[in-house]
Every structure is written in structure tokens, then in C-alpha cells.
């Protein structure tokens, strides 16, 4: 790693040193304002920032040891090959009618384990005779599990792993309420971590001409607060970095005042279930409110939020299906969350129209 020391008169002008000499992909370590002149005299403040930059790791070619194989001997080898007549490997047996294989595939998901819904759906095609009749209990079955959106409280504030989309999401939370609602907005980011993240959302903020304001502790954290005391809303960035660590998740209950504060923990839609449920477990001790799934348009199936709704209990604030601000993002109401995941599945009654 390299570690570089940087001044400035104000935090900008050491940022963009930073910036010029290490890139964008430069951690910020530590900074603090200190006094410069000789022996006290004519001293001035300035700003020093501590930055590092990760180097590239060396990869080496691991070495290999030679392995003993075994060669199957001749009766072995008889035994392996399959014998011309042999019968076709039987498949699993159908839990439900022919022509409800979309059904039979989406219930069959790890997201729908222990649903138990067979017998229901069986005895109610043989009583109707209507595979619509089917997928409609399924729909009503699906949309009963999504909580109703919370209230929008003063403070917004985004929590979640690097990489989920907390700013782009955050950027278009801005634009909707701005936009749509007409409101008063402020913006707030404690991601002093990364530099392109500090970059990204101050070009948002200057695009849709909105306050930004950096906070690199938790005093800054609290002026910034103070400053949009006016504003209707107030939208707060966190950063991602070492989520796993317990102690780094602990410092949001140190650090931060969650009253008049919808807490959402952000989780995108490409991540392996195993894994957000996992991201979700590190979160959890935090008052959540609600949960933000974000790249549906970059998966072809998004039923995991489903699963993860029904375990945590918690409503679906947001749901964002593209990168293009302020557009691409779905209020999580039951309704459009279950059309829109029929929709991905390629049930032809769920068109996106509408969704």
C-alpha cells in the first residue's frame, strides 16, 4: 500500500492533490487541520489528509505437485460405461398440472422453500378448471407478504456493502423528491472513504442544484445536520466498507441519532441469496425500517427480495431497475413489487405495463 501525506488550505484543495497524485481510487486514512509557521509565528491552519493507495497484488503461479491417478481397471471400466438399453433417468415428479410449469418453476426457487402451496393450488384447479384462477392465488399469495410502504420521515438515511448502489439510489431518491414532490432537499455523505463516491454525488447534487454537504466526523455530521435544518427532506450516505466487521456496524449506534430517520439497508438484486442474507444478519442490529433492492435490470429473476421480505418482516421502500436518475426507480408498493417479479419470472398475465 502507498501512503501519502497531503495539505491545503480547505479539505478541497487537499482532496484534489489527493485526487491528482493517487486517483480515484484512493482511501482517505485519516485528516485533521493543523497550524504551520515558524515557532508559533505567523502560524495559519491548514488541512492535512492521509491517503493511501492499494497496489495491485502480485499473483504467482502456485506450484503443482504431481498426483498419483488412478486407471481404472478393466472391470471397472465396464462398469462405468453406461449400458445401451439402459432406461432415461427419471425425472422429479410433477406436483402440479400440465400447463403450470411456470408455477411448479418459480415455487421450486430456494426464495419459495416451505410455502406448502401444492395441495391448495391442485384442489383449486381441479375445483375451477382455470390455470388464471391459479396464478391469481399465487399473485394474491406473493403480494399478502409485501408490508405496505413506511412513511416518509425527515432523515433518509442508506446503509449496505460497497458496491449495492447506495449513491445512484440516493441521487434519484433526490430527484423524485425534488422532482415529483416538490420538496426541499439536502444531501449528507459520510462516505469519505472512497473519493469517486464523494465525486459522484456532488455531481448529482450540482446537476438536480442541491445542497451537498461532507462529513468526514461526527461533528461535521451534526453542523451538516444543522445547516438543512429548513429542508423537507434530508438524505444521508454511508459508507460500505468492512460491513463484517462488528465493531464498524457499531459505530452507526455511536454515532448517529436515528430518530426522524427511515434506515434503509440497501441490497442489489445480483448478490446470491446466501449472500444477502448474510449482509442482512450483519445489518440487522441496527433499527432497519426498511430494505432498497437495487439492478433488478441486471438479473433475470428477483424473487430473492421475496424470501428476504418474509424472514425480516420488513416493507420494500424502493425497488431500482437501471441506472438512469431520476428515472429507473419503483415505489415498493405490494402491487407493483409482485407484478414486477411475475413480470421477470415470464408470467404473460404481468406485463410490465403498468409496473
Same mark, same amino acid.
Request: without cysteine; glycine residues 6%.
Given at each position: ?20 497524485? %493517487?486517483?480515484?481510487?484512493?482511501v ?6 493543523? +497550524? ?18 492499494? +497496489? ?41 398440472? %400440465?400447463?403450470?410449469?411456470? @408455477? ?8 419459495f /422453500?416451505?410455502?406448502? !402451496? ?23 399469495? @406473493?403480494?399478502?407478504a ?36 416538490? +420538496? ?13 463516491? @464523494?465525486? /459522484? ?5 450540482? @446537476? ?10 461526527f ?5 451538516? +445536520?444543522?445547516?438543512?435544518?429548513r ?5 444521508? &450516505? =454511508?459508507? *460500505?466498507?468492512?460491513?463484517? &466487521? ?12 436515528? $430518530?426522524?430517520?427511515?434506515?434503509? %439497508?440497501?441490497?442489489?438484486?445480483? $448478490? ?6 448474510m ?10 425500517? $426498511? ?5 433488478a ?15 425480516? *418482516? ?18 415498493? =408498493?405490494?402491487?407493483? %413489487?409482485?407484478?414486477?417479479?411475475? /413480470? ?5 398475465? !404481468? ?5
Open positions: 500500500m502507498q501512503i501519502k501525506k497531503f495539505t491545503g488550505k480547505t479539505m478541497s484543495e487537499a482532496m484534489a492533490k489527493v485526487k491528482q497524485e %493517487l486517483g480515484d481510487e484512493a482517505i486514512l485519516n485528516s485533521r487541520q493543523v +497550524k504551520t509557521g515558524w515557532f508559533g509565528l505567523f502560524a495559519s491552519k491548514q488541512v492535512e489528509v492521509i491517503a493511501a493507495l492499494e +497496489k495491485a497484488p502480485l499473483h504467482t503461479k502456485p506450484r503443482t505437485e504431481a498426483i498419483a491417478v488412478k486407471r481404472p481397471t478393466a472391470p471397472e471400466a465396464r462398469k462405468q460405461k453406461p449400458a445401451p438399453d439402459a432406461a432415461p433417468v427419471l425425472s422429479v415428479p410433477r406436483r402440479l398440472p %400440465l400447463g403450470m410449469e411456470h @408455477i411448479e418453476t418459480l415455487l421450486s426457487t430456494e426464495s /422453500q416451505g410455502t406448502a !402451496w401444492e395441495e391448495q393450488l391442485n384442489e383449486l384447479f381441479y375445483t375451477t378448471k382455470s390455470i388464471e384462477a391459479v396464478e391469481q392465488f399465487v399473485h394474491d399469495q @406473493i403480494e399478502r409485501f408490508p405496505p410502504v413506511p412513511d416518509t420521515l425527515r432523515y433518509v438515511m442508506l446503509v449496505g456493502p460497497t458496491g449495492v448502489g447506495k449513491t445512484t439510489t440516493l441521487a434519484k431518491l433526490a430527484a423524485h423528491y425534488k422532482l415529483d414532490e416538490g +420538496k426541499t432537499v439536502g444531501l449528507i455523505t459520510t462516505d469519505t472513504y472512497r473519493i469517486a463516491a @464523494i465525486e /459522484q454525488l456532488k455531481t448529482y447534487a450540482e @446537476i438536480l442544484n442541491i445542497p451537498v454537504e461532507v462529513a468526514y466526523d461533528d461535521d455530521f451534526k453542523r451538516a +445536520k444543522q445547516l438543512f435544518a429542508k423537507d427532506i434530508v438524505l444521508i &450516505d =454511508t459508507a *460500505g466498507r468492512n460491513f463484517r &466487521d462488528e465493531a464498524y456496524v457499531e459505530q452507526f449506534h455511536q454515532h448517529h441519532d436515528f $430518530s426522524e430517520t427511515n434506515l434503509s %439497508l440497501v441490497l442489489s438484486l445480483t $448478490s446470491k441469496l446466501k449472500d444477502m442474507e449482509i442482512y444478519s450483519q445489518f440487522e442490529q441496527l433499527p432497519l425500517g $426498511s430494505l432498497i433492492f437495487t439492478k435490470d441486471e438479473t433475470s429473476d428477483i424473487h430473492a427480495m421475496y424470501k428476504l421480505v418474509r424472514d425480516s *418482516g420488513l416493507p420494500v421502500a424502493w425497488l431500482t431497475d437501471g441506472q438512469e436518475v431520476p428515472d429507473d426507480l419503483v415505489e415498493g =408498493t405490494p402491487e407493483r %413489487l409482485t407484478r414486477k417479479m411475475l /413480470q421477470k419470472e415470464g408470467w404473460p398475465r !404481468w406485463t410490465k405495463q403498468g409496473v
